[in-house]
């Protein structure tokens, strides 16, 4: 034991450690406001959630809970609790220190989980039709319906002349995807053109009156086109099928000026030869020799058929006489 000077013993010396700790838990406030962050956060989520969920009558119906857009349909009292307004006797009374009431109105919500599709679009959204494309369609059933009718009326007209049923099978009319195609064809024994010849026969000609009236009772421009077998010519001549071809398309052209159809009508006069027969299976056949008149589409607005027009038209005079075979010099035996 520490003895001191006098040789007594010393007291007892005892040293106090005050022990440091760095930092702390600091206590629980962090806990609190992580809690109350994230209940927050559910709500949120939650209110999200019910207003995707709900559809837009049923949130109309809170929004006029809250804030009544009307007052109500009886005579006391208003569309809240009173709303601020006091009874009289003939109906409720505003006040003049009263907050007056207001209307919401909300965004239709989108069609989510539980949500519904409104039954009827709105009209902003509903598909609107294009004039242009409306204007087109009428357009083209107008020039389908002329089409279809200016058929009929050839095949009418056709009836009331001379040997009908043989000219008959020497006018043929179709609807093609350039426009109504009328075509006059030879036959065996009847044909429209001398042998090798340009010039139209009188039957020819008759045919062409038909083709002309329809013509000018309709807006569209023309194209013609010559057409020939697959018979060539003699040798020794430069003259072949396409400058026939080209000829008789041409001489078709004159024979419709001269009938009164205008030149501004003409679009085109092509000769083609024997390149689009008619029977590809047989292409020396006399049917394969033909003029063929387009009424192009889409190249004239309005225009009717008149029937009556038609009927005015002269019997044709069909020349019955068997058909020749020429031997033109320097061009061979063409048919």
């Given at each position: 034991?520490?003895?001191?000077?006098?040789?007594?013993?010393?007291?007892?010396?005892?040293?106090?450690?005050?022990?440091?700790?760095?930092g702390?838990?600091?206590?629980?406030?962090?806990?609190?406001?992580?809690?109350?962050?994230?209940?927050?956060?559910?709500?949120?989520?939650?209110?999200?959630?019910?207003l995707?969920?709900?559809?837009?009558?049923?949130?109309?119906?809170?929004?006029?809970?809250?804030?009544?857009?009307?007052?109500?349909?009886?005579?006391?009292?208003?569309?809240?609790?009173?709303?601020?307004?006091?009874?009289?006797v003939?109906?409720?009374?505003?006040?003049?220190?009263?907050?007056?009431?207001?209307?919401?109105?909300?965004?239709?919500?989108?069609?989510?989980?539980?949500?519904e599709?409104?039954?009827?679009?709105?009209?902003?959204?509903?598909?609107e039709?294009?004039?242009?494309?409306?204007?087109?369609?009428?357009?083209?059933?107008?020039?389908?319906?002329?089409?279809?009718?200016?058929?009929?009326?050839?095949?009418?007209?056709?009836?009331?002349?001379?040997?009908?049923?043989?000219?008959?099978?020497?006018?043929?009319?179709?609807?093609?995807?350039?426009?109504?195609?009328?075509?006059?064809?030879?036959?065996?024994?009847?044909?429209?053109?001398?042998?090798?010849?340009?010039?139209?026969?009188?039957?020819?000609?008759?045919?062409?009156?038909?083709v002309?009236?329809?013509?000018?009772?309709?807006?569209?421009?023309?194209?013609?086109?010559?057409?020939?077998?697959?018979?060539?010519?003699?040798?020794?001549?430069?003259?072949?099928?396409?400058?026939?071809?080209?000829?008789?398309?041409?001489?078709?052209?004159?024979?419709?000026?001269?009938?009164?159809?205008?030149?501004?009508?003409?679009?085109?006069?092509?000769?083609?030869?024997?390149?689009?027969?008619?029977?590809?299976?047989?292409?020396?056949?006399?049917?394969?020799?033909?003029?063929?008149?387009?009424?192009?589409?889409?190249?004239?607005?309005?225009?009717?058929?008149?029937?009556q027009?038609?009927?005015k038209?002269?019997?044709?005079?069909?020349?019955?006489?068997?058909?020749?075979?020429?031997?033109?010099?320097?061009?061979?035996?063409?048919?």
């Open positions: 034991m520490p003895q001191d000077s006098s040789g007594k013993a010393a007291g007892a010396i005892f040293i106090k450690r005050v022990k440091k700790v760095s702390g838990h600091h206590g629980g406030a962090w806990k609190i406001a992580y809690a109350d962050f994230v209940t927050a956060m559910m709500a949120f989520f939650l209110l999200l959630w019910l995707n969920a709900v559809t837009q009558e049923q949130l109309e119906g809170i929004s006029n809970y809250f804030a009544p857009a009307a007052p109500a349909a009886t005579t006391s009292g208003a569309g809240g609790v009173l709303g601020g307004q006091t009874v009289a003939d109906g409720s009374q505003s006040n003049a220190k009263s907050t007056p009431s207001v209307s919401l109105a909300l965004p239709p919500p989108k069609s989510g989980l539980g949500g599709e409104s039954e009827s679009k709105p009209k902003s959204e509903e598909k039709t294009d004039p242009d494309k409306v204007s087109e369609e009428a357009l083209k059933k107008k020039e389908e319906d002329q089409f279809e009718k200016a058929k009929d009326e050839l095949r009418q007209a056709l009836q009331s002349i001379p040997n009908a049923a043989t000219m008959s099978k020497s006018l043929l009319v179709d609807n093609t995807p350039e426009g109504l195609r009328i075509q006059i064809v030879d036959q065996e024994g009847l044909p429209m053109f001398q042998s090798g010849g340009s010039e139209p026969l009188p039957r020819a000609r008759e045919l062409l009156k038909l002309a009236q329809v013509i000018q009772t309709l807006p569209q421009k023309i194209a013609i086109s010559g057409h020939t077998d697959s018979v060539r010519f003699g040798t020794g001549t430069s003259y072949g099928n396409w400058e026939l071809s080209s000829d008789r398309a041409n001489a078709t052209r004159r024979t419709l000026l001269e009938l009164n159809v205008p030149i501004e009508r003409i679009d085109r006069v092509v000769g083609k030869a024997d390149t689009e027969p008619l029977l590809k299976e047989d292409p020396a056949n006399a049917r394969n020799r033909r003029l063929s008149v387009i009424l192009l589409r889409a190249t004239g607005e309005g225009g009717s058929i008149n029937i027009d038609l009927n038209l002269s019997a044709p005079k069909v020349d019955d006489a068997p058909a020749r075979r020429i031997d033109i010099t320097g061009r061979g035996a063409k048919k």
